[in-house]
């Protein structure tokens, strides 16, 4: 709508501006000679006031309804001072001096343009809630005595038997009754490695069965499942979040009493001194001066173009008041995996048996694997492919759940298994897995002839930005808090390499919105910085969420800020760009408003006494002068460097701020944030 409005204002305003006797006269050209021409200014302001002013008309009165004085209030009363004051020049009721058609014309076309900025700029979904419910399938399999009958799964009854395939979702939470699988819990649980569960055991609906069938007894439907919960969490977090008022609306709501007041005063003295006519002159132009030229595009400029800077670099800006907020976080909450970690396992160390070489062993795990669609399997498989070793083709290949895989390579039987195998095979485990195990790895022994040859480490590996990221962070005298739901051992040994300040393990995904309400209770602004279904609610609840781009929908639609690349330096470009977009944002406010602030005494008459009074074309022509300059100083913000590798160097103080600015230290950037902390 504004954009359509501002299209066609703009039009209208061209010949309005053009064709006015009071814009002619002080640029000092003459109108054609042509009959009528004085009435086209009146006419086309008059629709320009009409048309192109209803919605901020129509703001101010809510505004006045509300009793909360903003900037819809402060346009809708300059333009229609300016309204009524034009048409009572152009009927002869008032002095020629009150003519402000193009001024009239003008404002409403800048504040078209700044509130059609604005509106593209906060584009968002709100699609988490839709994409928590695309988790479930959209057929289950219900078993009725001899038969297999598809349902949809919200036609799932309790005590209902559904079965599950290999790489099928569970419909329903419930408990296996037959057969065993690794389940792939982490979009809900946030765990990187596949759990077996068998008989007994409880399965969360939206989980994947990742290389047998289950059959399991639903236990819990619609709203009683774990994912419901989640969504519930969701819904209420977002309800909590309220935006932060615009700083540009509270110095509107400011300036519109400023002025007001201004205009009484100006009329009660010009009207005291005996001049009454003056008195009116006076006070429409101060309240005409008042118009918010450049203060209605100090921010929205600001924001245009910061969005698409943003962009630029990898952040997507889906909440203004999210992003506006992570220039005082002093916290940041990174979820492990997917975020700090790659979310998938990778082989870590190799130890061979005597008479064992490591690549040997390697290239006949792989080769045993090599038919297993098991995640360890595939990592195994890649590592033997990264070192350029030559596979071998298997034979005879074989899985068995909790155990491992047997197949026949090169005339060996080779088998590939954990703690299980080893037990079946009543083998010893090699001296260096103890230490792999206790750092949280996944150990697998590779055993050839019945003889264990070797044993390979596999965890999810940490990415190489992560430690950077932490780094930087801690320049900026951020504090880095880890949470997840993996194992102790797991989360501290990351923690541990990274230099993680405080770690929150085996944290259900009902709880981690309550350790980020922790972190806030104890006075800390926390970014949560995520990618799973189970961060969801998380983000939501912290100052600002962060999700990952090649994270999960429902991630992306719980955050505020996401981040298209998965390399955790981004962090570091949303807080620069916040910082450096929020001191835009004060010094437009700060021009903007300080014109109107000086301006208004001037046209009220304040130096009339030595003989000065502003003239009204020239205090119109200062306004917009100050609505370039405005516009001038947002578009430095074209000059900010947004790559990761910029930001990080940032926060050790070798980035240098947009022209004009003082360059921005490290030292400066912890003053700022022990400042707010205090």
Known sequence: MFRRLFWIMLILALPTVLLNGMFADFL????????????????????????????????AIDELRARKPGMMLLIGMAITVAFIASLGASLGIFSHELDFWWEMALLVVIMLLGHWLEMRSLAQTTSALDSLAALLPDVAERVEGDEIVPVAPSDLRLGDVVIVRPGGRVPADGEVVDGGADVDESMITGESKPVLRTVGDHVVAGTVATDNSLRVQVSAIGDDTALAGIQRLVAEAQASTSRAQLLADKAAGWLFW????????????????????????????????????????????VVSISTERAARGGVLIKDRAAMERMRS?????????????????????????????????????????????HPLARAIVAAAGHRGLDVPRATEFRAATAVGVRATVEGHEVHVGGPALLAQRSARQLQESATWAQAGATVLH?????????????????????????????????????????????????????????VFAQVRPEDKSDKVLELQKEGRIVAMVGDGVNDAPALAQADVGIAIGAGTDVAVGSAGVILASDDPRSVLS?????????????????????????????????????????????????????????????????????????????????????????????????????????
């Not at 926060?651 to 921005?664: I, L, M, Q, R, T």
């Open 28 to 59: 000092g050209y003459e109108l054609p000679d042509v009959a009528g021409i004085e009435w086209v200014s009146p006419a086309l302001g008059t629709i320009i006031y009409a048309w192109g002013g209803r919605p901020f008309l129509s703001g």
């Open 258 to 301: 400023y002025a007001l007041i201004a205009a009484i005063i100006t009329t009660v003295v010009w009207a005291s001194l005996g001049v009454p006519e003056s008195a009116l002159v006076r006070a429409i132009t101060v309240l005409v001066i008042a118009c918010p030229h450049a203060l209605g595009l100090a921010i929205p400029l």
């Open 329 to 373: 976080v002093n916290s940041v909450l990174f979820d492990k995996t997917g975020t700090l970690t790659k979310g998938e396992p990778a082989v870590t160390d190799l130890a061979a048996a005597d008479g064992f070489e490591v690549d040997d062993l390697l290239r006949l795990a792989a080769a045993a694997e090599a038919e297993s669609e």
């Open 446 to 502: 590779i055993l050839i002839d019945g003889e264990v040859a070797g044993a390979v480490a596999l965890a999810d590996e940490v990415r190489e930005e992560s430690r950077q990221a932490v780094d930087a962070l801690h320049q900026l005298g951020i504090r880095v808090v880890m949470i997840t739901g993996d194992a102790e051992p797991v989360a501290h040994a990351v923690a541990a390499e990274l230099g993680i300040d405080q």
């Open 574 to 678: 949303v807080i620069q760009l916040s910082r450096a977009s929020y001191r835009k944002m004060k010094q437009n406010l700060w021009w903007a408003a300080g014109y109107n602030i000086a301006a208004v005494p001037l046209a009220a008459g304040v130096l009339a006494p030595v003989g000065f009074v502003l003239p009204m074309a020239v205090g119109a022509v200062l306004m917009s002068l100050s609505t370039i300059i405005v516009a001038l100083n947002a578009q430095l913000l074209r000059r900010l460097d947004l790559n990761p590798q910029a930001s990080t160097a940032a926060a050790y103080g070798a980035w240098k701020a947009p022209s004009g600015d003082v360059a921005e230290t490290a030292l400066e950037h912890t003053e700022e944030v022990a400042v707010q902390s205090r």
